[in-house]
C-alpha cells in the first residue's frame, strides 16, 4: 500500500476506463484528459507489470486473458473508491463541487440548458457539466450523477423520477396547410410530404403514434424525407417541408407564435415520460438532490407545454 503512488493509481483508473468504454478516445472523454495521454498511462502500467493488457488493431480492443482478470480487480477498486466518495458527499450538507448530467440532445437544450443560469445563482458553489447526446451512456461506468431520458432504462442499479409524459403529435406550417390541406384520418396520411426520424443509436425509423378512444395505432410513415433528429424534422416543417411528429416541448413556442400548426391534436399520444435517473450510490448525493429538485421545478408533471392537451386521458 505505501508504494501505490498516484502514477500507478492513474494507470488503473485509465486502464479500467479504456476497458469499460472499448477506446481511447472516450475514456479520454470521461477522465477529461487527451487520449494520448490515456494511452501513455496505460503504457506505463503494462511496463511496469510486465504483461500486455490489450490486443490492438487499428480497428478494436480487446482485454487479453491477463487484462480481463487485472480488469474486474479494477472495477472492485474503483467502486469502492466511488462509496467512499459518496459517503463523503452525503456527510455535506450543502451542494458544492462540480455535478455531471446527460441529457438527450432536445431535452437538454430545450428543457434544461436555459434554465442552468437560475440553477447556479441558486447553487454558486455546484458547477454544471452537462453532456448531451442521443446515445445510452452507462453512468455508473462514465462517471455520470444524472441522466435525463425520455423513455425507461433497464438498469436495476439505477433509481428513477418520472418528471413529465412526453406528448407527440405531428405538426404542420401554416403555408403548408393552405396548400395541401390538413388529413382527417390517418389514411390520408399517404398524400402528404411527410418528415421522419431515424433513431441514430439503432438504425430504427421512429413510430408515429396515434390515439383514438384510449387506444393506440402505430404507424410507420413512409416519407419523403427521413433525419436523425427532432430538431432537424422542425426545422424541415417550418419552412413548409411536410407533416412531422414533434414533441409538444419542442413545438409548443412554435405554435405559439404561429408558425407550426398541430395536425390532428385530438390524436396526440404518451410516448412514455421524461424521466430523471441516478445511480443508488448517490442517493444521498446533496448535489444530485438539488438538481434533481430543481428539475422538478422546470419539468413539473403538468408541464405547461402538454397544457394544449387533455392530460386527464390516457394513452
Partial sequence: MENLTLDRLAGIIAFARVASLGSYTAASRVLSISPSAVSKSVKRLEERLGIKLFNRTT????LTPEGAELYEK????????EDIEQTAF???HEPAGLIKVTASIPVGNCLIAPHLPEFRRRYPDLDVELRLSDMMTDLIEEGIDLAVRIGPIADSRLIASPLTPNVVSPYASPDYIEKRGVPGTLDDLPGHELVRVRYHSSGQIMKWHFRENDIITEVEPAAAITV???EAVLAIILNGGGIGMLPSFLATRHVTRGELVPVMPERW??????????AESRRGNPNVRAFSTFLKEVIPPCAPWNR????????
Fill in 59 to 62: 480497428r478494436s480492443l480487446t
Fill in 269 to 278: 399520444a404518451v410516448r412514455h415520460n421524461i424521466t430523471a435517473f441516478w
Fill in 74 to 81: 479494477a472495477v472492485r477498486l474503483l467502486r469502492e473508491a
Fill in 228 to 230: 436523425n433528429s427532432p
Fill in 308 to 315: 394544449p392537451f387533455d392530460m386527464n386521458k390516457t394513452g
Fill in 90 to 92: 452525503a456527510a455535506r
